[in-house]
């Protein structure tokens, strides 16, 4: 069954470095998305990403955030400088032709740790 | 701004029994989806739903638009159903779907054997 691979599994890193997260989407989808869930909280969305450029973003996708699909099948969401409170659970979607209304597949997510 | 409420927020069944997890919404919407998340973290998609009925094995989902109110059924439950169990919608904006989810707190399931 295809899925939604995402690395890393957990980054540990100090305040203000510059971290990457990952995620290979499912081949043949077109819409994909960020979300993240901070530890005891509500999953959040970041922002959603569609024909090489971002469809949507929510308010806490700041300066400090940047996704790019650089290589056709990759995913990636850069934190440019990060703070503690970027420490949390972050899961890559994706999803068929219908973005809007088709059906979303997760990744297992990327534990992100700020010292 | 939209919230979206689940109840309850913990559940505790015994092994075999029926189980209902309830969500309820503020705004339209264009779809409401049923997720499920491991002990791990990992999140699982069950259902998307615009109406109606949808079921899968022993999960049943059912969502009424007028009433802005969607429920999880989970049939003679096994403990391999405990997780936590979130309804997220995506909010119907200037006639079309937004691509944003906002999601519930959850409903965390421990099915006791």
């Known amino acids: 069954e295809p899925e939604v691979t995402q690395t890393p599994s957990h980054q540990v890193t100090q305040m203000g470095q510059e971290v990457i997260l990952r995620c290979v989407p499912i081949?043949?989808?077109?819409?994909f998305y960020w979300y993240r869930q901070i530890l005891g909280q509500k999953v959040e969305f970041l922002v959603s990403?569609?024909?090489?450029?971002?469809?949507?973003k929510s308010e806490i996708f700041d300066d400090q955030f940047s996704v790019e699909r650089p290589d056709g099948s990759n995913f990636t969401l850069k934190i440019r400088s990060t703070k503690l409170e970027d420490s949390a659970m972050y899961f890559c979607a994706s999803s068929g032709l219908a973005g809007h209304t088709g059906e979303l597949f997760f990744g297992e997510g990327s534990r992100l740790t700020v010292l | 701004k939209n919230e979206v409420e689940q109840s309850p927020q913990n559940l505790t069944a015994q092994e075999g029994e029926f189980i209902t997890i309830n969500c309820s919404y503020s705004?339209?919407?264009?779809?409401l989806h049923w997720l499920q998340q491991h002990p791990g973290g990992g999140i699982v998609s069950l259902f998307m739903l615009s109406s109606g009925k949808k079921k899968h094995g022993r999960l049943i989902a059912t969502i009424n638009i007028q009433e802005k109110h969607s429920s999880l059924h989970i049939t003679a439950s096994h403990p391999r159903d405990s997780a936590v169990y979130i309804c997220?919608?995506?909010?119907?904006?200037?006639?079309?779907?937004?691509?944003?989810?906002?999601f519930g707190k959850g409903t965390k399931l421990s099915v006791i054997p």
């Open positions: 997220a919608v995506r909010i119907m904006s200037g006639g079309a779907g937004s691509y944003q989810l906002t």
């Open positions: 990403f569609y024909n090489n450029e971002i469809s949507e």
């Open positions: 705004v339209g919407i264009s779809a």
């Open positions: 081949s043949n989808h077109l819409y």
